[in-house]
């Protein structure tokens, strides 16, 4: 599917394109997961180095912030990547699959590093050639696909100081590449994650009366938090859960003492998320106290959704039809997927870009996360192109 990119070039000449499909092979072969992402980082910090930057290791040993250009009064732009692999096994026919069992690059942060490293070898070129309008910032982010994610990390080590304004991309298999897709406003959903633990006496099953059946009260929370929620919120808030992992008891006969309940709570709202704990809380102790079971709640944070600034939105649509035209840029729905770059927009106007990753006639149907994701690879010369044309014009 990726011998060759189809989309066409712009910013990169052919050398550094194909240095940097084969940068992002190399990464693919070699994914590592969150907060590990020590050969990943090592690999973008020499690369930067090389081309005569002055490249900074986030603490912790994962991720990397780069300056090009010395500061203005008016602040830099950043541009951000993620770096970490998921564990899912990668079953692609490929010469670049994953040569780590049970990783694999899943959601294409591989080819959002080559992106951001090719935009920023660009870049310092157009900074020694007297030609770079405004400072930038490069941002290699570590740790995305976890709760709580890298942003919150590299927030804290300064990485927004100073900056005006931040983009991004996020790999999209179902838009063609040659284009991305655009939305103002929120692009992504809220997304939490809920443990729930159920304690009881335990007791057989003869005699459920006599004691706390945590098999039932474990299924009436898993059917009716769900429920209840969507008559206690506004529907167009988006709020809901969804569970993942259900465990209680080894026997047929024991009532067990421990039940767990593992899931996620997702929604459009920004302000419905905000008010989601407490109305989660109050509801699953209802539910509990129903059936005399003793509930310890942990409701983790894990990203607001991702609001994308109309003025940033349309400083990336600018930029991807001064280059491809106006046929290269389509709205795009809001997504229930999380994003940690919502962080940075809770402090910095910007916005995210869903980049096109599917090759023309491709018809499979595919989607992130999933062993058989792949990226046409001329997505790469599409990023960097959109990343440059958005500080040109900034």
Avoid at 4 to 13: D, F, N, Y
Avoid at 39 to 60: I, N, S, W
Wanted: a negative charge.
């Amino acid at each position: 599917m990726n011998d060759s990119p189809s989309a066409p070039s712009g910013a990169l000449s052919e050398e550094l394109r194909d240095e940097l499909i084969a940068f992002r092979r190399d990464l693919h072969r070699h994914p590592e997961l969150s907060r590990q992402e020590f050969r990943t980082t090592e690999k973008v910090r020499a690369r930067l180095e090389a081309a005569g930057l002055r490249p900074r290791v986030l603490p912790g040993g994962t991720g990397v912030v780069c300056d090009i250009g010395p500061d203005q009064p008016g602040g830099r732009l950043a541009l951000r990547a993620d770096l970490d692999a998921l564990p899912v096994a990668d079953v692609k026919t490929v010469p670049y699959r994953s040569t780590v069992e049970g990783r694999a690059h899943a959601c294409g942060h591989d080819v959002h590093t080559t992106v951001l490293l090719g935009s920023g070898l660009v870049l310092a070129e157009l900074e020694r050639q007297g030609k770079l309008p405004r400072p930038v910032r490069l941002v290699f982010q570590a740790a995305e696909e976890v709760m709580p994610g890298g942003a919150i990390d590299a927030i804290k080590a300064g990485v927004l100081d100073g900056v005006e304004r931040i983009f991004a991309v996020h790999c999209d298999p179902k838009v063609e590449v040659g284009r991305i897709g655009l939305r103002q406003g929120a692009i992504t959903s809220a997304a939490d994650k809920l443990l729930l633990a159920l304690d009881g006496p335990g007791g057989h099953s003869a005699r459920p009366h006599l004691t706390t059946d945590l098999v039932m009260a474990a299924a009436k929370l898993a059917t009716e938090l769900p429920m209840v929620l969507t008559r206690r919120v506004d529907p167009r808030a988006g709020l809901s859960i969804v569970w993942g992992r259900i465990q209680a008891g080894h026997v047929a006969n024991v009532i067990p003492q421990h039940a767990e309940l593992e899931g996620t709570v997702r929604c459009l709202d920004l302000a419905a998320w905000h008010d989601a704990p407490d109305l989660v809380h109050e509801v699953i102790d209802q539910v509990a106290a129903m059936y005399r079971a003793k509930c310890e709640i942990t409701y983790q944070r894990g990203v607001p959704p991702t609001v994308n600034e109309p003025a940033s939105t349309e400083m990336l649509r600018d930029a991807m039809t001064a280059r491809y035209g106006l046929h290269a840029v389509e709205d795009t729905e809001q997504s229930l997927g999380g994003e940690d770059f919502a962080w940075y927009l809770e402090r910095v106007p910007g916005a995210l870009a869903r980049l096109g990753v599917r090759s023309p006639g491709d018809t499979a149907k595919r989607d992130l996360h999933q062993g058989d994701f792949d990226a046409d690879e001329g997505a790469i010369d599409v990023g960097v192109n959109l990343f440059t044309g958005a500080v040109l014009l900034a």
